[in-house]
T-cell receptor, first 110, second 114 residues
Framework: KQEVTQIPAALSVPEGENLVLNCSFT??????LQWFRQDPGKGLTSLLL?????REQTSGRLNASLDKSSGRSTLYIAASQPGDSATYLC?????????FGKGTTLSVSS | GAGVSQTPSNKVTEKGKYVELRCDPI?????LYWYRQSLGQGPEFLIY????????DSGLPNDRFFAVRPEGSVSTLKIQRTERGDSAVYLC????????????FGPGTRLTVL
């Protein structure tokens, strides 16, 4: 059974810091991995999608990497801003459904 | 274009009642998914539609839960005899096809069963 773990569960940083969020999964047979952002009381916003054949994807200040063989992905956020404060979820796709981790709640202070 | 929409945004009901939650996917997306998110948890898969048919309903917790997508667009999640444990945010997502592509989520319906 696929399990997805995100570490840390919560993270507080001052504005301007670069930071890394971690995601690990137990079964490397995945189609893709997707990173989402969730603001309190809101739905999920897709940030980056990495196909199983890819190693990384970049969008603005965000960079996500995928090491399928070791079952790991990282989300790197450069020059963090207070507006980045949210919960970040990773999810892997195997078969039809996305399997989610519990998320990392990020707080960026000004 | 418009994203995934869900109605209502909030639903409060009493234990034992029947509820319907609606999802309107992105136009042209053939795949539609329902997930349920409890407080402090990631979303959990409920059911997947490809077109009009439920291709995978393995995530439905029991036979009180049922979903339809009669015309291959709008979907309705139906919960009979609601229980307090059904309280959660119900999220709908759609994607262009069923495999290997990005899923786009709606804002969710927060269901509270008193």
């Amino acid at each position: 059974k696929q399990e997805v773990t995100q570490i840390p569960a919560a993270l507080s940083v001052p504005e301007g810091e670069n930071l890394v969020l971690n995601c690990s999964f137990t079964d490397s047979a995945i189609y893709n991995l997707q990173w989402f952002r969730q603001d309190p009381g809101k739905g999920l916003t897709s940030l980056l999608l990495i196909q199983s054949s890819q190693r990384e994807q970049t969008s603005g200040r965000l960079n996500a990497s995928l090491d399928k063989s070791s079952g790991r992905s990282t989300l790197y956020i450069a020059a963090s801003q207070p507006g980045d404060s949210a919960t970040y979820l990773c999810a892997v796709k195997r078969g039809t459904a996305l399997i989610f981790g519990k998320g990392t709640t990020l707080s960026v202070s000004s | 274009g418009a994203g995934v929409s869900q109605t209502p945004s909030n639903k409060v009901t009493e234990k034992g009642k029947y509820v319907e939650l609606r999802c309107d996917p992105i136009s042209g997306h053939t795949a539609l998914y329902w997930y349920r998110q409890s407080l402090g948890q990631g979303p959990e898969f409920l059911i997947y539609f490809q077109g009009t048919g439920a291709a995978d309903d393995s995530g439905l917790p029991n036979d009180r839960f049922f979903a339809v997508r009669p015309e291959g667009s709008v979907s309705t999640l139906k919960i009979q005899r609601t229980e307090r444990g059904d309280s959660a945010v119900y999220l709908c997502a759609s994607s262009l096809t069923g495999t290997g592509v990005e899923q786009f989520f709606g804002p969710g319906t927060r269901l509270t069963v008193l």
